[in-house]
Every structure is written in structure tokens, then in C-alpha cells.
Nanobody, 127 residues
Framework: QVQLVESGGGLVQAGGSLRLSCAAS????????MGWFRQPPGKEREFVAA????????YYSDSVKGQFTISRDNAKNTVYLQMNSLKPEDTAVYYC????????????????????WGQGTQVTVSS
């Protein structure tokens, strides 16, 4: 069982930055695959970024490559999403999620493949 708690959302102006945090707890986190998703208003939930706890391999959607960075602090059992150069189109509820790492391949972009989810944190980017 994995518990996920997200924080760090808020209101920022276009061009600004935010760092989202996802604190994880539970057993065998080293075998856990973590993902970030977002759901813009009125749209479907979409993949943003993902990473293994180990090894440190990361994946990004084409829309955020070079703009967002996923990272981890193993000592704090926390995954971060650093979001730079934010645009109004980045406005969404952002969720962190987890699955057992053995199931990640071919599945990391699919929300339904993740079986643990945080509560979501709102990110609003104004122009």
C-alpha cells in the first residue's frame, strides 16, 4: 500500500515557476514507479512525467520536455515536479500516481495503469 500526498500548487503568472511535491509512504518504494499527470478544466487526464525510484530513469510527455523536470529525494521519499516557463495552457489539477515498477513498461502514460493516486493540487497560470 502506498500513500501519496501532493503539495506546491498555486497561482502564478505566465513565465513563472512552481515545484510540486509528492510525499510517498509505504512499503518497498524502491520498487515503485511514479508518475505525474494533469487534468485541465474540461479535459481528460494526461500524462506529464514519470520516473523510477531506482534506477533514476525519467520520461516526459512531448508537451513538457525541456520545461518540466521530475526528480526525487530518496531520503524524504518525495518526488518533485519542477515546472518552469509556465503558460496558461499548463493550468490544471496535477496528480502524482504510483504503480509497481514491474508494470511500467508500455503503461507509464496510461492513467488507468496506476493504482495509487494523490489528491491533486491545483496549478493556475495567469496571463
Amino acid at each position: 500500500q502506498v500513500q501519496l500526498v501532493e503539495s506546491g500548487g498555486g497561482l502564478v503568472q505566465a513565465g513563472g515557476s512552481l515545484r510540486l511535491s509528492c510525499a510517498a509512504s509505504g512499503r518497498s518504494l524502491s520498487s515503485t514507479f511514479m508518475g505525474w499527470f494533469r487534468q485541465p478544466p474540461g479535459k481528460e487526464r494526461e500524462f506529464v512525467a514519470a520516473s523510477h525510484w531506482y534506477p533514476s530513469t525519467s520520461y516526459y510527455s512531448d508537451s513538457v520536455k525541456g520545461q518540466f523536470t521530475i526528480s526525487r529525494d530518496n531520503a524524504k521519499n518525495t518526488v518533485y515536479l519542477q515546472m518552469n516557463s509556465l503558460k496558461p495552457e499548463d493550468t490544471a489539477v496535477y496528480y502524482c500516481a504510483a504503480m509497481e515498477s514491474r508494470y511500467y513498461y508500455g503503461n507509464y502514460k496510461i492513467p488507468g495503469k496506476y493504482n495509487y493516486w494523490g489528491q491533486g493540487t491545483q496549478v493556475t497560470v495567469s496571463s
